[in-house]
């Protein structure tokens, strides 16, 4: 009888209670730091008030933000594959505390830019990342459902720090809002990184597909992704102020915001256990289709309820792309190294991110409106649907199955 090596003995298995911690975990730290960076645009008619910008200039915020949380994940994703992500938690737990403190004590706008697109931009980059990476490796069988659930912790961010945030500041101003969330990221996410279990070694048989990952395939992945990048982060900054301008009062404005939140935990939730089942592509171009469709709904909204229905299609759309993303890079191109895989394709996101906001922000200003602007988003969007068109649903030879692999 042939004994299994000792450390696959002793390390928890796939599918296991422990991996579901690692679940529960990753949604616990994901629903605080993109509650948190997500919430901006409750914040946003305050500071630009205060510090006398534009659209264009308080867009670039989020814009800026979003270029280090996401861009440097091109870091912490070969990084999380080493050391795990437990350390990288407690590491942006104390980056985002320190980035909020430094806004809210900023007196100059390029101090406010320098203190909250470093610290919430480094902090949020070891979280998403590295947590999605660890709950990928963890689980063979339900890995699309366990994803999806991971991830909907982003979508209750939303949904829970939106709102609460216009709440927030209509009592106690837009500052202290960011000491009561600086005080929060500092205990939670650290406490999270402490508990967080380290994933197993990946499958060997994973190793040969990292050879080709950077071939035709993976440029076109990468190209949809920075197309589609560019539209999705423009509602989280500017339909709250679009909304006002439409007569709207701030709190009803900020709660289309966490409508997209509550809808994208459904979208993950729904589209993350479809794609344990069905044609991850076919789900993935079906993501990618229902957020271009959503900026027409937006372009073309004339009330309160159609945006709302705009931030559910959107919402949807989205929950169901961020579940599948990571499933999608397994599925192509395999396990081993997959932080590292998860972090070069959110450099596409972080270019995306921080371009899309900022420009139409600069659109808004020079237009005087947001229609010719939402026109052009939707284009861009089937620019992104296109891209995809070309990827073939099958691994790259040399790949394990998501539904064959071995434990760790």
Known sequence: MTLRPRQHQDAPSLDSPTAWLACG???VALFVAFGIAYSYGAFFSSMAQEFGTRHGGS???????ALLFF???GVTGPLSDRIGPG???????????????????????????LAY?????????????????AVGRWFARRRSMALGIAVSGIGLGVL???????WLIELHGWRSTYYFYALAAAVILPLAGILFPRPGRAPDGTHAATTRWGGRRFAQLYLATFLLNTILYVPF????????????????????????????????LAIGMLGDRYSLMHLYRGCFALITLSFLIWGTAGSYAALMLFAVVLGFGYGGYIALTPAILARLFGLYSLGRLLGMTYTAVA??????????GLGVDLTGGYLMILIALHLVGLLAVLATLPIRDEPVTGTTHPQRDSDP
Do not use: K, M, N
């Not at 867009?59 to 933000?65: C, D, E, G, K």
């Not at 697109?117 to 990476?133: D, Q």
């Not at 270019?351 to 139409?360: K, R, S």
């Open 71 to 73: 861009g440097l994940s």
């Open 160 to 166: 829970g720090f939106a709102p609460l945030s216009a």
């Open 87 to 113: 350390p990288l938690l407690v590491a942006g737990g104390l980056f985002i505390a320190a980035g909020l403190v430094g806004t809210a004590r900023a007196g100059e706008l390029w101090q406010a830019y």
């Open 59 to 65: 867009a670039l915020f989020f814009s800026a933000t």
């Open 117 to 133: 697109g470093l610290g919430v931009g480094i902090g949020a980059s070891c979280v998403f990342v590295p947590v999605v990476a």
């Open 351 to 360: 270019l995306g991110a921080a371009l899309g906001p900022v420009l139409t």
């Open 237 to 268: 900054v500017h339909l709250p102020p679009a909304a006002e301008a439409g007569g709207i009062d701030p709190l009803r404005a900020a709660g289309l915001v966490g409508i997209i939140g509550l809808a994208s935990v459904v979208g993950r």
């Open 25 to 27: 975990l990753s949604l």
